[in-house]
């Protein structure tokens, strides 16, 4: 898989993932950065090319001038969510995506649950976007520190999350205040697709739908938005901040 961007190859080699080649505009060379550094020390070739081979490599301009050849992104299984909280010493705190389609959009998502704290993020096999390569870009190193599960049935989950304990909530239209919810324990919040929003069926096996309120003329938020609005009031209370 092809990466690009500075925040996205940097945090790639500061989690020491396998990097196969290094293509840094050449005008770049004889500028120190952490990148080159990081580079160097891992003993990893680096490729000295010429903007327009960049642009082509990945299909667009906004490499920032650096574009890495690394190992597929490895998906993890729920279970190790829960262990991850377990090493933490802190309640399961999960995101699911319910047919989030957009890459900017659910690299913005993985942006927003790393920095809260979210133990891992689920997403379905189908109908919904995979980890690529704007994906990762959009998440500014975000990627690298984040278990991403990715399931053949978000309904099966819910069960086996439900049988673990974990309070599942759906954030739509039509239900309770958010900021009235307790969202304290163990918690995983269900986010929906740009156009559709959530399923009918998986809205149906939440335990509860809540609501950020609104006040405009326009009632509907962006994936990434409405994810970080009720992600960071999960943190709020979560923290007693």
Not at 71 to 99: I, N, W
Not at 149 to 178: D, F, P, Q
Request: hydrophobic share 40%.
């Amino acid at each position: 898989m092809k990466i690009y961007g500075k925040n996205a190859i940097t945090e790639s080699l500061r989690a020491n993932k396998a990097v196969f080649n290094l293509y840094v505009q050449d005008s770049f060379e004889d500028k120190p950065s952490e990148i080159l550094a990081l580079a160097h020390k891992q003993h990893i070739k680096v490729n000295f090319v010429d903007r327009y081979t960049l642009t082509k490599l990945v299909g667009n301009e906004h490499h920032q001038g650096y574009v890495a050849d690394i190992e597929d992104f490895c998906y993890s299984e729920v279970e190790d969510m829960f262990d991850l909280a377990r090493t933490k010493g802190e309640q399961p705190f999960l995101v699911m995506l319910d047919g989030v389609e957009d890459p900017h959009n659910l690299g913005s998502i993985l942006r927003v649950c790393e920095c809260a704290g979210v133990h891992g993020v689920i997403i379905p096999k189908y109908r919904a976007c995979p980890i690529n390569e704007t994906v990762a870009k959009t998440s500014a190193g975000a990627l690298e520190h984040m278990l991403i599960a990715r399931v053949a049935n978000l309904n099966n989950t819910i069960t086996k999350l439900k049988k673990e304990g974990v309070w599942v909530y759906a954030v739509e239209l039509g239900g309770e205040s958010l900021y009235r919810q307790n969202l304290t324990g163990e918690l995983c919040l269900v986010i929906g697709s740009e156009g559709n929003g959530i399923a009918p069926l998986v809205k149906k096996n939440c335990d509860a739908v809540v609501t950020m309120p609104m006040f405009g003329k326009v009632n509907s938020l962006n994936a990434s938005v409405a994810c970080g609005v009720a992600v960071f009031e999960a943190v709020r209370q979560r923290r007693k901040l």
